[in-house]
């Protein structure tokens, strides 16, 4: 990471990673929850329309390319979208597509996507936003699509031995989540198919399906 600087914010933090490259996550391997999530509900065949919310350099985004799907991937950092763009050269793929944009405010229109992956977004909203994330996400996802979420566990090592749930580092704000905060923002909307927690990485993974 960059030198602490306090003040720094999100947006100029996730800028730093990016110009640098210097970061804490994989830019190109995706997850193996995603990788497995995904192939649990579409084999290596999918088809319609994903969206990859706080996409970053794109990884989950080309994996979900390659599995079949129209891909958007959203971020609001520029130098994070053209990352991915470059990135993405490496062999050609139709319907892969990047976008600036807060996902808080997304530019679509009409719940036309199958799949909705959040790998390391949602963590860093802000608490009181959590509604409004949730509205983006339902505004945007079919009935009976699937959403993929992985956020920081109270075992995230920034967590550990804190009292507090949250904290800004280097700018940027980030919150561990209990399985039960992620059910009660969910649940009334979403069923839980799978709940992994990774004790070693300090994440959740979760994959629900949209009532
Ligand atoms: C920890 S990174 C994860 C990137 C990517 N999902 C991955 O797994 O490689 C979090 C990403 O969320 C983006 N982000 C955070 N808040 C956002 C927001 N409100 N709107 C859009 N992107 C956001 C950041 O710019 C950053 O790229």
Redesign the pocket.
């Known amino acids: 990471m960059g030198k602490l600087n306090k003040g720094k914010t999100?947006r100029a933090y996730?800028r730093e990673a990016?110009q640098t490259g210097v970061h804490g996550?994989?830019t190109v391997e995706p997850?193996p929850y995603v990788v497995r999530f995904l192939r649990r509900v579409y084999g290596s065949d999918a088809t319609g329309y994903a969206l990859?919310?706080?996409?970053?350099?794109g990884?989950?985004a080309r994996f979900a390319a390659d599995l079949g799907f129209h891909v958007v991937g959203?971020?609001?950092?520029a130098s994070?979208v053209r990352r991915a763009i470059a990135f993405s050269q490496d062999r050609a793929r139709e319907g892969l597509h990047f976008v600036v944009?807060?996902?808080?405010h997304l530019p679509f229109h009409g719940a036309s996507f199958e799949v909705v992956i959040d790998?390391?977004?949602l963590h860093?909203?802000r608490k009181r936003n959590w509604p409004l994330y949730l509205h983006s996400v339902l505004h945007c996802l079919k009935p009976r699509g699937v959403f993929l979420l992985s956020v920081f566990s109270p075992k995230f090592r920034m967590f550990c031995n804190r009292r507090r749930q949250w904290h800004v580092v280097g700018g940027a704000y980030r919150r561990c989540f209990t399985r039960e905060q992620v059910e009660q923002l969910f649940g009334a909307t979403f069923s839980i198919l799978e709940t992994v927690e990774d004790d070693e990485i300090g994440f959740w993974h979760f994959l629900m399906r949209r009532r």
């Open positions: 999100d996730f990016y996550w994989p997850s990859d919310l706080g996409c970053g350099e990884r989950h959203v971020d609001f950092e994070a944009a807060d996902v808080l790998y390391g977004c860093h909203q």
